[in-house]
C-alpha cells in the first residue's frame, strides 16, 4: 500500500513542478503582448487569450500537488497549533466534504469535458482556440487530487491509530502531541 501512495503522491509532486513553468510560459506570452500593444502599435489576437487558458490549467492541475505539499489554505490560527492527531482527526471529519467537492469537480468537470470536445467547442473570439484541450483538464485534475485525498486520508487514519507516516508520501512527521510552537519535554 505505501508503494501505491508513494506513486501517487510522486505523480502529483512530479505533474506540480512541470505545471508551475507554465508561470513563465504566461510571463512570456504577457511580456510579448505588451510589446506589441506599446512598442509595435500593433496588438496580437491572441496572446491574452493564450495565457488564460494556460493559466486555468496551471490553476487546476496544481490541486494535487498543494495537497501532496499541505499547501492549501488553513485557518492556521487554530489549525497551526494542533498537534498532529488533532490535525489528523479534523481532517478526518471535513473529509466528507473534501470529497462531495471533489466529486462534484470530477462529474461536472467531466460532462464539460465531454461536451466540448463532442462540440469541438472554440472560443468566441477572433482567434477561436478550441477550448477543449483546457477543459480537459478538469476531470483529470479532479481525479488526482481524490487520489492524493485518499494517500492524506491514510495518512490521517495512520497517525490516530499512531502508526507510523513516511514524510515523503504523507507530508507530515511522525505523529506527537506536541502542539506547533511548543519545546517537547525531553
Known amino acids: 500500500m505505501f508503494e501505491v501512495a508513494r506513486a501517487i ?12 513553468l507554465a508561470v513563465l510560459i504566461l510571463f512570456v506570452f504577457l511580456l ?21 487558458l494556460i493559466f486555468g490549467v496551471y490553476a487546476i492541475m496544481g490541486g494535487g500537488y498543494l495537497l501532496a505539499e499541505r499547501g492549501h489554505v488553513n485557518v492556521d490560527i487554530f489549525y497551526g497549533g494542533f498537534s498532529q ?6 481532517d478526518l471529519v471535513t473529509w466528507p466534504m473534501f ?14 469535458a465531454m461536451e466540448s470536445i463532442q462540440d469541438m467547442e472554440r472560443s468566441n473570439s477572433l482567434w477561436k482556440p478550441y477550448l477543449w484541450p483546457t ?3 478538469i476531470p483529470v485534475a479532479a481525479g488526482l487530487l481524490l487520489l492524493q485525498g485518499c494517500v492524506r486520508l491514510w495518512g490521517d487514519i495512520r497517525i490516530l491509530m499512531g ?4 514524510e515523503d508520501i ?10 506547533h510552537g511548543e519545546e517537547a519535554e525531553v
Open 32 to 52: 510579448a503582448d505588451v510589446v506589441m500593444r506599446y512598442l509595435v502599435g500593433a496588438p496580437a489576437i491572441w496572446t491574452s487569450e493564450l495565457a488564460v
Open 85 to 90: 492527531k488533532r490535525k489528523a482527526l479534523i
Open 135 to 137: 477543459k480537459s483538464f
Open 170 to 179: 504523507f507530508g507530515v512527521q511522525a505523529p506527537d502531541e506536541t502542539p
Open 99 to 112: 470529497v462531495f467537492f471533489v466529486g462534484i469537480l470530477f462529474w461536472e468537470g467531466f460532462k464539460l
Open 163 to 166: 502508526l507510523p507516516v513516511p
Open 9 to 20: 503522491t510522486r505523480l502529483n509532486r512530479w505533474i506540480g513542478r512541470w505545471v508551475s
